[in-house]
Structures are given as structure tokens and as C-alpha cells.
């Protein structure tokens, strides 16, 4: 497996203002995702990062509201713009591509309160 | 549409007794299944896997049935232990190249001393 680092690891934040989190992996990945748990709820795929070109994204998921880069193997950023109380949940980075497997490995999470 | 079920939000189990864990699906595109754990703040930890060309697969404490003519599949886990009390969430996905898995909603299992 590989360390996954996320930054911030919570936050709490007012409505209508934006936040960015960091995914920071510690070997080079074929491919990181961007996920999210609301609370009570499954983990649902945003989208894809992928390193070089633009995120590719799930349906119910736009760039406008969830920018992504991922200037390389190794990182990728994800942007919950214009935040409402409805874009609380926890919002995890996955990995794959490690040893060749299909397996995704998570990050520990940002926990995110709108209010 | 939930893709991907687990029936059982929660599961309580005796110290050393065996905790079955169970998971239904819909697609029968999928063909790759994983089980994740998650403990509260932390990610979610891949447990174990089984491709559809399998049945069975076991790690340590850790069996997965797959049973595809009824589209279930289920987590064994055998003796359990304090240390397995956590979410465990079910994955599947109908083409492993892709890493797009469909999660169930979980179930939390708490095994008691």
C-alpha cells in the first residue's frame, strides 16, 4: 500500500465560500479519485483526477462546482466551490494502481461541516 | 438505484464467535468485489477481494463467499475480535480496469467482549 495524506483533516466553513483540499500520496499512482460520504450514506465517486488533463466526472458532478487538478503522480486537489449546508459530508482521496493491483486505498478523510 | 446493498445497517457478535457480514448487487456486469473497513476519522481499509471467477477466497481471518447465480456475496469473519468492531462496506465493480467501484451503504459491527 502506499501513505495517503488529505489536508485539512476537518474544517468548518460558511456558506458561499469555497475550500480546497490537498491529497498527497507517497509513491507514484496510476490514478487517484475523488470521493464522497454524506453522512448516514455510501462513498460516491466525484470524479477521476487525472494527472495532465481535465478531472473526468461522475454524473450529478460538475467542474464548476468540483474543480480538480492533479499536477502530478503523486497529488491532486479538490475544490468544493460556492459550499451549502447540503456539501457537508466527508470528502476522501483513493489511490490504485499500486503493485499493479485493482485495489483503492483511501486517505483518512476531510470531514466538512457548511454552515 | 442502489446497485449495491447491504440489507443489515448493524451487526453485534460475541467475542470469538464468527461475524457474517452479508452483500447483494443488482448488475450482473459486475465482476470484481472488494470489502473495505473503515474506522470512525479514518479512511476506509481494503480487507480482501474475490473476482467473479472465484467462489471463495480467504486471508487470515478473513473469508469472502461469492455466490453469483443469487448475485450475494458475503464477509466471514473468524474468531472475531474488539479490534474488528468498525463499518465495513462492500465494493463492486463491472470492469476492474476502469477502478470505478459502486460502495454499499454499510453495516457497523461491533463485537463484544
Known amino acids: 500500500s502506499a501513505v495517503i495524506s488529505q489536508k485539512p483533516s476537518r474544517d468548518i466553513c460558511q456558506r458561499g465560500t469555497s475550500l480546497t483540499i490537498q491529497c498527497q500520496v507517497d509513491?507514484?499512482?496510476?490514478?487517484m479519485f475523488w470521493y464522497r460520504q454524506q453522512p448516514g450514506q455510501s462513498l460516491t465517486l466525484i470524479a477521476t483526477a487525472n494527472q495532465g488533463s481535465e478531472a473526468t466526472y461522475e454524473s450529478g458532478f460538475v467542474i464548476d462546482k468540483f474543480p480538480i487538478s492533479r499536477p502530478n503522480l503523486t497529488f491532486s486537489t479538490l475544490t468544493v466551490s460556492n459550499m451549502s449546508p447540503e456539501d457537508s459530508s466527508i470528502y476522501l482521496c483513493?489511490?490504485?494502481?499500486?503493485?499493479?493491483?485493482?485495489?483503492?486505498?483511501f486517505g483518512p478523510g476531510t470531514r466538512l461541516t457548511v454552515l | 438505484d442502489q446497485q449495491v446493498k447491504q440489507n443489515s445497517p448493524s451487526l453485534s457478535v460475541q467475542e470469538g464467535r464468527i461475524s457474517i457480514l452479508n452483500c447483494d448487487y443488482t448488475n450482473s456486469m459486475f465482476d470484481y468485489f472488494l470489502w473495505y473497513k473503515k474506522y470512525p476519522a479514518e479512511g476506509p481499509t481494503f480487507l480482501i477481494s474475490i473476482s467473479s471467477i472465484k467462489d471463495k477466497n480467504e486471508d487470515g481471518r478473513f473469508t469472502v463467499f461469492l455466490n453469483k447465480s443469487a448475485k450475494h456475496l458475503s464477509l466471514h469473519i473468524v474468531p472475531s475480535q474488539p479490534g474488528d468492531s468498525a463499518v465495513y462496506f462492500c465494493?463492486?465493480?463491472?470492469?476492474?480496469?476502469?477502478?470505478?467501484?459502486?460502495f454499499g451503504t454499510g453495516t457497523r459491527l461491533k463485537v463484544l467482549a
Open positions: 465494493a463492486a465493480s463491472a470492469r476492474p480496469g476502469t477502478y470505478k467501484y459502486i
Open positions: 509513491s507514484q499512482v496510476t490514478m
Open positions: 483513493s489511490v490504485t494502481g499500486l503493485a499493479g493491483g485493482n485495489e483503492q486505498f
